[in-house]
């Protein structure tokens, strides 16, 4: 009896549809486009929402002057000594019908019931924001702290505001750091697994747990690989266009004066 390979099983899925042709193959493709633009539509939002949080919070610990400097940098990374699925699981008990942000909420009187968190987009969303949040924060640290305060007392010398000092100093010194964050935020978020797969709904599979049941349950292996060539050339080319309009070579070489 001749052995069966993992790409002969792949021809049945659980519900004992063939995959050998490509008429049957259809439906599984118009599912899985959907997800792909879910994903990608989750990725900008959640970049969208770090980097005005990242930005600020890195700002911030460059130029403060407190001796607790040392330890607000400890807390953004201390998250990375515990592990991504332990973080996570942690979003439950907070985001849950009995977690701890229904019952503050109920408790200041903004809300006379349990509202729906968990397993939603947004709590999708907040989980993915949190995670990833470190990856904007240090870059833009990084950057804001190489920036020379003589270069903005020059400018505020020569007549400039706080804030025009700001946007036309600071803001473009430190665009190396936000270009590195928002290539770290938006490819992370984009890959990301577990958040989607814990806190996210029925209607937030992303398309990296679309990925693995693929592999795992039907077995499919070759639709599973096309599907992550696909994903990942989708990616590649809004990167490409992204660091073409971001000018990536001169931000990575950054601005040291």
């Known amino acids: 009896m001749?052995?069966?390979?993992?790409?002969?099983?792949?021809?049945?899925?659980?519900?004992?549809?063939?995959?050998?042709?490509?008429?049957?193959?259809?439906?599984?493709?118009?599912?899985?486009?959907p997800r792909l633009w879910d994903s990608v539509k989750a990725s900008i939002i959640t970049t969208l929402v770090v980097l005005p949080f990242g930005y600020t919070l890195g700002y911030f610990l460059a130029r403060t002057k407190s001796k607790l400097m040392p330890v607000l940098l400890g807390l953004v990374v201390v998250q990375f000594w515990v592990p991504l699925v332990i973080r996570t699981y942690a979003w439950i008990t907070l985001l849950g019908q009995n977690g701890v942000i229904n019952q503050a909420l109920m408790s200041i009187g903004i809300v006379n019931e349990p509202i729906q968190l968990l397993y939603t987009t947004n709590g999708m969303i907040l989980g993915l924001v949190v995670s990833i949040m470190p990856f904007m924060v240090l870059p833009v640290y990084s950057a804001v702290s190489t920036i020379d305060e003589e270069v903005i007392n020059a400018a505020k010398t020569l007549g400039a505001s706080d804030l025009r000092a700001f946007y036309e100093v600071t803001l473009p010194l430190s665009w190396p750091g936000i270009v590195s964050g928002i290539l770290f935020t938006f490819i992370l978020s984009a890959g990301s697994f577990v958040a989607p797969t814990l806190l996210g709904g029925p209607e937030d599979r992303l398309i990296a747990p679309v990925i693995a049941t693929v592999f795992t349950t039907d077995f499919n292996w070759p639709f599973a690989a096309a599907l992550s060539m696909v994903y990942v050339l989708l990616l590649a080319g809004m990167l490409y266009l992204f660091t073409r309009k971001a000018d990536l070579e001169e931000a990575l070489e950054g601005t040291q004066l």
């Open 2 to 33: 001749p052995k069966t390979s993992p790409l002969n099983r792949g021809q049945f899925t659980r519900s004992g549809i063939r995959r050998g042709c490509w008429e049957d193959r259809l439906p599984l493709v118009a599912s899985s486009v």
